[in-house]
């Protein structure tokens, strides 16, 4: 398969699509992660000028999610007790 393009907004929502594990509160973590940085993608590409900057901006953006998430998955455990935590419940 393809890299998506990730020159446009739906290209760079669907490189920051990854394969999910199977605890459902997990896949809860890592979709919150994505609604947050679509909305920051949304904002780039609707205010940040085309060029190496706004590229640079999508890049690391793309990073962080892929590098958030694969934390996550490394440390499901650490990261559940984490996000309980977060919500205010108890672990």
């Known amino acids: 398969m393809a890299e998506p393009d990730v020159r446009t907004l739906e290209g760079l929502i669907d490189s920051m699509t ?5 605890d459902p509160e997990v896949v809860r973590i890592f979709e919150k992660f994505r609604e947050s940085a679509h909305r920051l993608g949304e904002a780039i ?3 940040v000028p085309e060029g190496r900057n706004r590229s640079m ?4 953006l793309e990073d962080c999610v892929h590098r958030s998430i694969k934390a996550i998955a490394l440390n499901q455990d650490e990261a559940l007790a984490m996000w309980r935590s977060y919500l205010g419940e108890d672990a």
């Open 45 to 47: 590409f609707e205010h």
């Open 57 to 60: 901006a999508i890049t690391h």
């Open 18 to 22: 990854n394969r999910a594990p199977q």
